[in-house]
Nanobody, 123 residues
Framework: QVQLVESGGGLVQAGGSLRLSCAAS????????VGWFRQAPGKEREFVAA????????SYADSVKGRFTISRDNAKNTVYLQMNSLKPEDTAVYYC????????????????WGQGTQVTVSS
C-alpha cells in the first residue's frame, strides 16, 4: 500500500510559478510510475504529466508542455511538478497518482491517489 500526500498548492497570479510535491509513504516509491492529474470545477479529471519509475521517460499534456516539468527523487520518495507561466485555466485541484504498471495518461492505470492540492491562478 502506498499513501500519497500532495503539497505546494496555493494562489498565484498569472505568469507566476508554483512547485507541487507528492510525498509517498508506506512502500518504496521507486518502482512506480507517477502521474499528475487535475480537475477543475465542473470538468472531468485530466492528465497533466507523468514520469517513469527510473526518471528516464516523461510525458505531458499539450496544454502544459513547455511550462510544466515533472521530476522525481526516489531517495526522498517524492515527485515534483514545477509549474511556470501559470494561466488562469490551470486553476484546478491537482492530484498525484502512482501506478504499478508504469506511467501513462489514463487515470485507470493508477492504483493509488493523493487527496489533492488546490491551485488557483488569478488573472
Amino acid at each position: 500500500q502506498v499513501q500519497l500526500v500532495e503539497s505546494g498548492g496555493g494562489l498565484v497570479q498569472a505568469g507566476g510559478s508554483l512547485r507541487l510535491s507528492c510525498a509517498a509513504s508506506g512502500r518504496t516509491f521507486s518502482g512506480y510510475g507517477v502521474g499528475w492529474f487535475r480537475q477543475a470545477p465542473g470538468k472531468e479529471r485530466e492528465f497533466v504529466a507523468a514520469i517513469s519509475w527510473n526518471d528516464l521517460i516523461t510525458s505531458y499534456a499539450d496544454s502544459v508542455k513547455g511550462r510544466f516539468t515533472i521530476s522525481r527523487d526516489n531517495a526522498k520518495n517524492t515527485v515534483y511538478l514545477q509549474m511556470n507561466s501559470l494561466k488562469p485555466e490551470d486553476t484546478a485541484v491537482y492530484y498525484c497518482a502512482a501506478s504499478v504498471v508504469g506511467r501513462g495518461s489514463s487515470a485507470d492505470r493508477y492504483n493509488y491517489w493523493g487527496q489533492g492540492t488546490q491551485v488557483t491562478v488569478s488573472s
